[in-house]
Structure formats: structure tokens, C-alpha cells
RNA sequence: GGACAGGUGGCCGAGCGGCUGAAGGCGUCGGUUUGCUAAACCGGUAUAGGAGUUAAUACUCUUAUCGCGGGUUCGAAUCCCGCCCUGUCCGCCA
């Protein structure tokens, strides 16, 4: 979430963050609940300050005067309570005063909160203005020598593609029937080599980010609190997209979420902590199972591995101090790392900057890593797929919004407590990395070449589907 | 799941209706003393919100916070109710 104190200063920044991200949260409603709520609560202050100091003063004497009003008769008794009546009247005005504050503020604080998370992280000055991903500029592009992005799939390598989905059949990598007939659309099994596949890719991950980038590995949670969604800012925007098990309607506890992604995780580590300058940056990486119910994106990408409810993947995420030359330069060290590992599957790929219009709530600058996928794209007039850019890994900048949500922070050299900036990072998303390793790795006869650097994790297997 | 016990500051631990933002100790920071270190002594040492003074560091006032939420009361860490969590024993179980 956005310091309402620079709100209050800077309103135009916030106006212009929501327009360039192309959302739409009323932030001169805000202002003036924030200017109520505020009015309301410097007077119930007030009150309180009022009230303690009568209490202090007058209390101990109201309390003697109980006592002896218990033991006396007559006019003694009269006297003592209509004392104590005076006495009472100011206390009993002030409470009720405070009380009509207390019902004020209820009544405005439930949308004073609700807008105020609403407000997006505005996007950093120099990220292009844009719509939304058709506006995105292309970085730079890489393909290993063998491989030419003027020429189709079939130019390149002498025969036509096929589809990941024929190859997952043909050797039997996975099998959407059965995935379907237990869960339903969008689900699937991976089968033998497959899976194998799958899970050489997710170690290889891990191992890459803990032994050549020093990354601490961690096992998180993926059924988490609702405070974790909120506090990394997937809630209340993205409400829809989360498994909800409804653990209230037993009776018992309080809600859980599935995670989406092991940000949410790793990020909820330090929630509500202040750590030393010394422990930072913390640098986390964590393989996680991640569930979405991808609602909205009916009839999208329905067949094979693209876009399903349930994956895994290797997960990045930098906690630095309050810097944005610090954060920039981790973002671009994340990217870096990125490369590396598609560098070493030898898949093409390309770096979009996403434009104002593509960001997220929380972010403020975000780059995707899309790789080249011959079985995507329209059907050409040979008859098959034209091949095309898919989103396998996207890297952004928080700033300080995800960790003011979660209430981290740090002390700065100066000792004053600092929200901290974070980051996160795709290092690897399974299965759905494996469509461009097997679209592009395939040989004439369909058969698929094993990235050398998997096949340690693989069992020394180097082809799949060979004679 | 059942039966007890308990949740207080960075930690330990007292308090069980007003004098308690909270004793005492540990830790920590600053200082004094001392060949050095240690010890001893003195002083400070929560977080967040609001208002104000200041060029700023900073300071002053004020409110809230003793697991969380609600209630009783003129007044709650303290009494009552609900929830959450932790420990121990029993049951079940990868």
C-alpha cells in the first residue's frame, strides 16, 4: 500500500499512477474520508485526554465517596450522592461523546481502508506509457547460433513442428484425460519422463540459485492466512484468482488461501519485523506448488501445459534497503540470472519492457521474459503454428509497497526504521518451460533432445522417444 | 479430537480494578572511573497514529497498544464472554 502521508502531499502523483496504470480508484473520495476520519479522531482524542486526566484526578476521590455514601443514612447519604452525582456527569458526557466518535468512525473507516488499498504503487518515471501488453517495448532479443527469429521453425530446422501437445502424447509425458476426469479442466498428470522432465527442471532451478547465486532456499506455506494474501498485496484485487478454503464454515479457525505463486511465502517470512541492516538484502528463493483458478481467462490457451490450476515453481525474491539504485540493480542481476539459466536450455526468448498499462497494483517496474514456442500462434498456411512468444517469467519492482503492506522493515544506518524495497522473480515456472524445451528441442523423427545441463537431474537420460 | 496450564516490553519475569507504558533482572546504548580489557557506578533504552515548534537533525503535547475481538465500569494488563495461539498429558496419524 501507498504512505498516506505522501498522498495527502503529493495527490496528482497517485491521480497519474491510476491513469497510467489505466485503473480507476476515486482518490479525492479518499482524501476527504482521510480529512473526516482524522477530524473525527483529533476530537475523540480529545475526549480520551480529558477523560484520563478527570479519571486520575476525580476517580479515587468518586471511589472514597461510594464507600462512605454505603455506610451513611439520612441527609449524610443525600449529600455524599449528590456529590457523587456531579461528579459523574462530566465522565458520563465524555463517554458519550467519544462513543458518537467511535459510530463516525466505524461508519467511514470501512471504505477509507478499502480505497486506501486500492491505490496502486505509481510506476516508476521512466517505464513507458501504455494501454496495456500491445504497448510493451521489446528489450532486446537472443537465440542460440542455430537459430534464426527471420526464419519459420521449418526454414531453421528442415521439417515442420510439433505442437507440445503431440509430443507430450507421442512419448507419453502426460496424460489430460485422467488429469481431467480427477479434477477437472485444465488439470493433467504428468507420466514418467515427464514428470521427470518437469523435476529436473525445478532442481536444476534451485540448485543454479543456491550454489551460483547464493540465494537461501526455503520451503514456505502455499495454504496461507488471508493477511499473507493482503500483506503481499495479491488481495483484494486479485480475490478471484485464489483457492479459498472456507475453514470458518466448519465452525472452527479462520479462512485459508492456496498461494499462487511462492512470493507469497517468502515474502510473509519477515511480515511485522525489523531487521538489522546487516541482514540485508535477504535474498530467498523457495519451489512451491502454486494454484490459480485462472477465472476470466475461459476458452484462453485450453490445451496442453500453458494455462492450468495447478504448478510449480522456483520462485526469486530480494528484500533490499530503501534504495532505487539498489533496486535496480537487483532487478537487473534477477533478469541476468534469468538469461543464464534459458541461455543454458538454449531457448530463444525475448525481454519486454510492460508499459504503464501492464502493471500490476504493487509494482513499478516490471520486465517479461517470454520465450519463443513453435507450437503457439496461428496456423499458418502450411497448416501448422506460426510459432510465437509465450510468457514464461516476468521480474519486478515493488518499491516499498508490498513491505509496507507487510509491515517490514529495517533500521537504516542512521537507526531510523525504513520500509524495505522488494523484488521478485520467476526463476523457472513448471510445466510450463517445458513447451519451448520440448517445441524446441524436438528432431525430425520426434524424438527430444535433453537440454545437456538437465540431464544430470534426469538420470543421464540425453534424448527421449530414441530408438 | 479430549483434559489441564498459560499468552505482559528485545528476552526473563512481577502486577490481578485508579498511584502501571507497565516493578525487578538480563540485554543493549551513552557517560564516569580505571596501564589496556574486565569490573563497578551514573543515565537512557517499545511501536504506531494525530497535533504543534524547527531550515533540518530534533523536540513538545496527545491518543492507542499487556495474544485478538467484544462486554462490564466514571476508570480495565487486572473482572466477564467469544476466538486465536503456545506448552504438557491422552487419543489419532503421513
Given at each position: 500500500?501507498?504512505?498516506?502521508?505522501?498522498?495527502?502531499?503529493?495527490?496528482?502523483?497517485?491521480?497519474?499512477?491510476?491513469?497510467?496504470?489505466?485503473?480507476?480508484?476515486?482518490?479525492?473520495?479518499?482524501?476527504?474520508?482521510?480529512?473526516?476520519?482524522?477530524?473525527?479522531?483529533?476530537?475523540?482524542?480529545?475526549?480520551r485526554a480529558e477523560q484520563n486526566r478527570i479519571s486520575k484526578e476525580a476517580g479515587p476521590k468518586l471511589g472514597q465517596l461510594k464507600g462512605k455514601s454505603k455506610g451513611?443514612?439520612?441527609?449524610?447519604?443525600?449529600?455524599?450522592?449528590a456529590a457523587i452525582t456531579q461528579l459523574e456527569a462530566r465522565p458520563a458526557a465524555l463517554k458519550l461523546e467519544i462513543q458518537e466518535c467511535e459510530h463516525r468512525l466505524l461508519a467511514?473507516?470501512?471504505?477509507?481502508?478499502?480505497?486506501?488499498?486500492?491505490?496502486?504503487?505509481?510506476?516508476?518515471?521512466?517505464?513507458?506509457?501504455?494501454?496495456?501488453?500491445?504497448?510493451?517495448?521489446?528489450?532486446?532479443?537472443?537465440?542460440?547460433?542455430?537459430?534464426?527469429?527471420?526464419?519459420t521453425f521449418e526454414q531453421n530446422r528442415?521439417?515442420?513442428?510439433?505442437?507440445?501437445?503431440?509430443?507430450?502424447?507421442?512419448?507419453?509425458?502426460?496424460?489430460?484425460?485422467?488429469?481431467?476426469?480427477?479434477?477437472?479442466?485444465?488439470?493433467?498428470?504428468?507420466?514418467?519422463?515427464g514428470m521427470r522432465l518437469h523435476q529436473a527442471v525445478l532442481r536444476y532451478a534451485v540448485d543454479f540459485m543456491a550454489d551460483a547465486r547464493g540465494f537461501t532456499p526455503m520451503g514456505v506455506p502455499v495454504i496461507v492466512k488471508e493477511e499473507c494474501m493482503v500483506g503481499t498485496g495479491f488481495f483484494p484485487a486479485g480475490r478471484?484468482?485464489?483457492?479459498?478454503?472456507?475453514?470458518?464454515?466448519?465452525?472452527?479457525?479462520?479462512?485459508?488461501?492456496?498461494?499462487?505463486?511462492?512470493?507469497?511465502?517468502?515474502?510473509?517470512?519477515h511480515a511485522d519485523e525489523i531487521l538489522n541492516l546487516e541482514d540485508l538484502p535477504l535474498k530467498y528463493c523457495t519451489v512451491s506448488t502454486c494454484f490459480r483458478r485462472e477465472a476470466g481467462a475461459a476458452g484462453k490457451d485450453t490445451a496442453g501445459l500453458y494455462r492450468i490450476h495447478q504448478f510449480?515453481?522456483?520462485?526469486?525474491?530480494?528484500?533490499?534497503?530503501?534504495?532505487?539504485?539498489?533496486?535496480?540493480?537487483?532487478?537487473?542481476?534477477m533478469i541476468e540470472t534469468v538469461e543464464t539459466i534459458l541461455q543454458s536450455f538454449k531457448l530463444p526468448y525475448r525481454?519486454?519492457?510492460?508499459?504503464?498499462?501492464?502493471?500490476?497494483?504493487?509494482?513499478?517496474?516490471?520486465?517479461?521474459?517470454?520465450?519463443?514456442?513453435?507450437?503457439?500462434g496461428e496456423i499458418g498456411l502450411d497448416g501448422s503454428p506460426q510459432g510465437a512468444f509465450g510468457e514464461t517469467h516476468s521480474a519486478s519492482r515493488l518499491r516499498d509497497f508490498q513491505c509496507r503492506r507487510l509491515n517490514l522493515r529495517y533500521k537504516d544506518a542512521q537507526g531510523k526504521t525504513q520500509f524495505a524495497f522488494a523484488l521478485n522473480n520467476t526463476v523457472i515456472a513448471s510445466p510450463r518451460v517445458l513447451i519451448p524445451i520440448l517445441e524446441m528441442h524436438q528432431q525430425a523423427?520426434?524424438?527430444?533432445?535433453?537440454?545437456?545441463v538437465l540431464r544430470p537431474y534426469m538420470g543421464g537420460i540425453g534424448q527421449i522417444g530414441a530408438d
Open positions: 500500500m501507498i504512505d498516506l502521508k505522501e498522498l495527502r502531499e503529493y495527490p496528482d502523483r497517485f491521480r497519474q499512477g491510476v491513469a497510467d496504470k489505466g485503473m480507476s480508484v476515486d482518490i479525492d473520495r479518499l482524501l476527504a474520508l482521510d480529512e473526516a476520519r482524522r477530524s473525527i479522531l483529533t476530537r475523540q482524542e480529545s475526549a451513611a443514612h439520612g441527609e449524610e447519604k443525600a449529600a455524599l450522592e467511514i473507516e470501512p471504505e477509507w481502508k478499502s480505497l486506501w488499498m486500492q491505490v496502486p504503487q505509481p510506476p516508476a518515471a521512466d517505464v513507458p506509457k501504455g494501454q496495456g501488453s500491445e504497448d510493451n517495448v521489446e528489450i532486446r532479443r537472443w537465440a542460440p547460433p542455430q537459430w534464426d527469429f527471420q526464419k528442415g521439417f515442420k513442428p510439433r505442437t507440445h501437445v503431440e509430443l507430450l502424447k507421442l512419448h507419453r509425458l502426460a496424460d489430460f484425460e485422467r488429469g481431467v476426469k480427477m479434477s477437472g479442466t485444465r488439470h493433467y498428470v504428468l507420466t514418467g519422463l478471484e484468482q485464489a483457492y479459498h478454503i472456507e475453514e470458518s464454515r466448519r465452525g472452527s479457525g479462520h479462512d485459508l488461501f492456496l498461494t499462487g505463486t511462492g512470493e507469497v511465502g517468502l515474502m510473509g517470512i510449480d515453481k522456483v520462485e526469486q525474491v530480494v528484500v533490499c534497503e530503501a534504495n532505487d539504485a539498489q533496486s535496480r540493480a537487483w532487478h537487473a542481476q525481454l519486454l519492457q510492460c508499459c504503464t498499462g501492464d502493471l500490476g497494483v504493487k509494482n513499478e517496474d516490471m520486465i517479461d521474459i517470454e520465450s519463443w514456442m513453435p507450437g503457439r523423427d520426434g524424438s527430444i533432445i535433453v537440454p545437456p
